[in-house]
């Protein structure tokens, strides 16, 4: 059984960590509280001496409590089964601290996002610019500051029209602009990319443009219990797997004890949302690359999963079936052989289709050896899911850190070293015949148990770490308790956040015509990335900005 | 007034006149075709699609709506003109060929004439969209003048094989029947069969449109009537292409004989009832043929496509060294 770890190998990683400060285990998490100092030696020792990744940072306003703000660098560490979060305590006016970007590239927006909205500076930092906030927002207001208020109206002078945009490409290259409206790319972004003639020679991207403020309003207004609705609505195609994050940090925040049957019931709906996820965005690419057969096959067959959804949560999307402690709905016995047998049908489907579709030539071209990603630059980046998985890093939460019921199932993570978008394909096909058993073994081993715990206590200001394998890679989310069954601070991070930086490496010495599957082959979700903040930013506006880059692009070329 | 049916002159101005009327019927059905048979596309690849589609009149229900908007295109005169110019010009190119009826404006030296026009649509409709400034327009507009030489060498070649067969230049005598059907006739019909495929902008050479990737691309940038212009002359243009096809393998006049001397149907039916009508259902099948290959495939990028068009080019230049030659 994998979920048995060795202890005393866990026992050496405590004893390294504790030199650096007292060492905490929040459910499969140590969060160890450092000085600020030895964070970059930390970053160092974790991120590339014990081969763990970093995950996101998360800046928070302590000062109602302490007087201080609290700095959380989130790694996880595979070799040890392991989170580890770091946790630094800053001054109060003037919270500064010694940056992790010139070790870890991939904490280069995580440091930015935690400037933008708590207001702490990083120092030595390469990039020291805004990435979440518009340009002309006022420097002195950080949004997730405590005394900023969730219903503030904030009126900010002039348009935000200052872009990443590099004028000295721009002068030698053409400017072709991919966004904010594309048709290859369903949700707002920006990608600007410097092209000589069919070849990209470089690439910007603007992001951030569809903030609605989830984490200021859940955190001003909604209970404990609450929460899970609401990351359930950060992702319009994996918001199931954000639901479970945000329950299981705060069920290692208070050590809540989730019933087996409950675990078995998110693992099944986890893997139904993967299977759908993977389905959907194998059908998109074959759609960007110009292969509309194949996209509406895809489609095809991940219909029968959608319905499985429905007949065991009520909807075919947004399950609403997760609560702190538990589920609220079963899995009910009959319906159990239906299931196994729409599984059965859509394994065989998948492999039909996905054999029939390597088999055209032009679609294999099209994606082999296009959107190559280095082992080094993934690692570099901390890139994660399938699309780490299919550049060599092998990284998988369900395996790395078993929850909900993976340690009690058999399942391969399937590898590869390629790189390409190819591998990227075939990683995620893979992983939907792996899925598909999983979901077999579950509901043949389904325990008999209550479905929630409901026994357990909001002690404020506890902190807990949820992480889940999303259809796109790593999901974490760190909760606060706060005071009166409410969360103090909930930071969620989707793996896109990762991933897109990732985009612009793999975009380097492309033809023009493969950046669209380039873009689309790490299932970017451009709003999971955005979840976060942002009262006053309105669409209108970002929309006119974008309308005077296409203007200014076209003279450019 | 009195006729003198028996003036010779007269007769052969009737025949004129006639052939004149046809020419004119040629061209007016066979535009007002082009959309159905596009509708007729989509709807077979919606079924290979395992989708429903829509209504065959679709195209035509898209270009009406599209006529009615006038124009909202923003851009230079030349940019706003150009898809019309293409609209008139594919009509052009679709009067220098038997079509519905046998008949056709002919002229020696049409050959050359048919081979540029063919491809002026496209071009203009590019050279077009170079004026707006627009990146995505003007790289679609690049990608669809390298494409439009590739293809200008593979027709150029194929039909100077079969001019070299027939010595003439004529169009009209480059048809069917071909009395000694040597081989390179054979490739250089195969070699227009591809390219009729391939130069009305199907999947996997619809390159320069890239729905995908430059959203449109040459018609990014035309909206309105400019844009309904725009699409209807790319559709006539495919007509044009598969008529170009059909010809080729149609030998209408040996088929007309064929019919008045073993079943003795008159020349008039034949020529105006069952040749259309023999022409009509070849167009639907070359369409289901066509929609069904492009359901099949994705799009291949700009040097893919290049490379391949280079060597079929060079297939057809040594096709015709070898017509030369007497193969």
Request: charged share 20%; aromatic share 8%.
């Amino acid at each position: 059984m994998r979920h048995l770890w060795d202890s005393k190998d866990c026992l050496e990683l405590k004893e390294l960590l504790s030199t650096y400060g007292v060492v905490e285990e929040v459910g499969n998490a140590y969060l160890v509280k450092v000085r600020v100092n030895d964070l970059p030696k930390l970053a160092e020792l974790l991120h590339w001496e014990l081969e763990g990744h970093y995950s996101t940072s998360v800046g928070t306003d302590f000062r109602p409590i302490d007087n201080s703000f609290k700095l959380h660098h989130i790694f996880s560490v595979p070799k040890y089964r392991k989170f580890v979060v770091l946790e630094a305590s800053l001054p109060s006016p003037l919270p500064k601290v010694p940056s992790i970007t010139p070790i870890i590239p991939g904490a280069n927006w995580g440091e930015r996002e935690v400037r933008d909205m708590v207001g702490i500076e990083f120092e030595g930092h390469p990039e020291l610019k805004r990435l979440v906030l518009p340009h002309n927002w006022p420097e002195e207001i950080h949004p997730l500051r405590k005394d900023f208020p969730y219903d503030r109206k904030l009126i900010i002078e002039g348009i935000d029209d200052e872009v990443e945009h590099d004028s000295e490409l721009a002068s030698k290259y053409q400017v072709v602009p991919v966004g904010p409206y594309h048709p290859a790319l369903h949700e707002p972004e920006y990608f600007e990319l410097y092209v000589d003639g069919e070849v990209v020679i470089d690439a910007r991207y603007k992001g951030f443009m569809v903030h609605r403020g989830i984490e200021k309003v859940a955190e001003s207004r909604m209970t404990i219990n609450q929460v899970p609705f609401i990351a359930e609505r950060i992702c319009g195609i994996c918001g199931y797997t954000h639901a479970c994050c945000y329950c299981q940090a705060v069920e290692s925040a208070l050590g809540i004890e989730v019933p087996e049957r409950a675990k078995y019931i998110r693992t099944i709906l986890l893997e139904i949302e993967r299977i759908h996820s993977h389905l959907l965005w194998m059908g998109v690419a074959l759609h960007v690359l110009g292969f509309d057969t194949g996209f509406m096959a895809y489609w095809r067959i991940r219909e029968p999963v959608m319905r499985l959804a429905e007949e065991l949560t009520g909807n075919r999307k947004t399950y609403g079936a997760n609560v702190v402690g538990g589920v609220r709905w079963d899995i009910k016995e009959e319906r159990i052989e239906h299931v196994l047998k729409v599984l059965k049908e859509v394994r065989k489907n998948c492999i039909e289709l996905t054999e029939k579709v390597l088999k055209i030539k032009e679609v294999v071209s099209r994606m082999r050896e296009v959107g190559y990603l280095s082992k080094e630059d993934a690692r570099k980046l901390s890139v994660l899911g399938p699309t780490a998985r299919a550049s060599g890093v092998d990284i998988d939460v369900r395996r790395d850190h078993p929850y909900a019921a993976y340690g009690y199932v058999d399942f391969r993570v399937p590898i590869k070293d390629e790189g390409d978008v190819l591998a990227r394909f075939l990683v995620r096909y893979e992983e939907v015949l792996e899925s598909i058993s999983i979901i077999e073994q579950a509901l043949q081993n389904l325990p008999k148990t209550p479905l929630i715990n409901e026994d357990y206590e909001v002690i404020p200001l506890k902190v807990g770490i949820g992480a889940t394998e999303a259809p796109r890679g790593e999901d974490v989310h760190l909760v606060i308790t706060g005071l009166g069954n409410k969360v103090y601070r909930w930071r969620p991070r989707a793996p896109s956040y990762n991933n897109i930086p990732a985009t612009l490496y793999m975009l380097r010495g492309a033809y023009l015509a493969d950046a669209p599957i380039i873009i689309a082959s790490i299932d970017p979700c451009f709003s999971c990335t955005d979840h976060c903040l942002v009262i006053d930013v309105k669409t209108g506006k970002s929309r006119f900005l974008s309308f005077k880059e296409l203007v200014r692009g076209g003279h450019h070329g | 007034m009195v006729i003198h049916i028996h003036s010779p002159n007269l007769i052969q101005s009737i025949h004129n006149y006639l052939g004149i009327s046809l020419v004119i019927a040629n061209v007016i059905v066979v535009s007002l075709l082009a959309p159905l048979l596009d509708g007729i596309e989509r709807r077979v690849k919606a079924r290979i699609q395992c989708r429903r589609g829509p209504p065959i009149m679709q195209t035509w229900y898209d270009i009406i709506k599209l006529l009615r908007k006038g124009s909202v295109t923003q851009g230079p005169l030349i940019f706003k003109l150009m898809p019309y110019i293409a609209f008139i010009t594919s009509l052009l190119t679709l009067s220098l060929l038997p079509t519905l009826f046998s008949n056709s404006l002919s002229f020696v030296g049409d050959i050359v004439v048919f081979i540029y026009l063919l491809a002026t649509p496209s071009v203009l409709i590019a050279i077009g969209s170079i004026y707006t400034g627009s990146p995505l327009a003007s790289l679609g507009s690049c990608r669809e003048i390298s494409l439009w030489m590739a293809y200008e060498l593979i027709l150029a070649f194929s039909i100077a094989t079969l001019a070299i067969n027939k010595s003439s230049l004529l169009l009209r005598r480059i048809l069917p029947p071909y009395p000694p059907l040597h081989p390179s006739v054979i490739v250089a019909i195969a070699l227009i069969a591809f390219l009729t495929y391939a130069e009305g902008s199907r999947l996997p050479y619809d390159i320069p449109e890239a729905e995908s990737e430059l959203s449109g691309g040459i018609i990014l940038e035309y909206g309105g009537a400019e844009l309904g212009f725009a699409i209807y002359s790319l559709l006539i243009k495919r007509v044009v292409l598969t008529s170009l096809l059909i010809d080729l393998i149609l030998p209408r006049s040996r088929l007309i004989n064929l019919l008045s001397n073993s079943i003795n149907i008159p020349l008039l039916v034949s020529r105006l009832v069952i040749i259309p009508a023999i022409y009509i259902s070849l167009l639907i099948m070359f369409s289901i043929i066509y929609s069904t290959i492009e359901a099949l495939h994705g799009r291949l990028r700009i040097d893919q496509a290049l490379t391949l068009l280079k060597r079929i080019a060079v297939i057809a230049g040594v096709v015709t060294l070898a017509a030369l030659m007497g193969f």
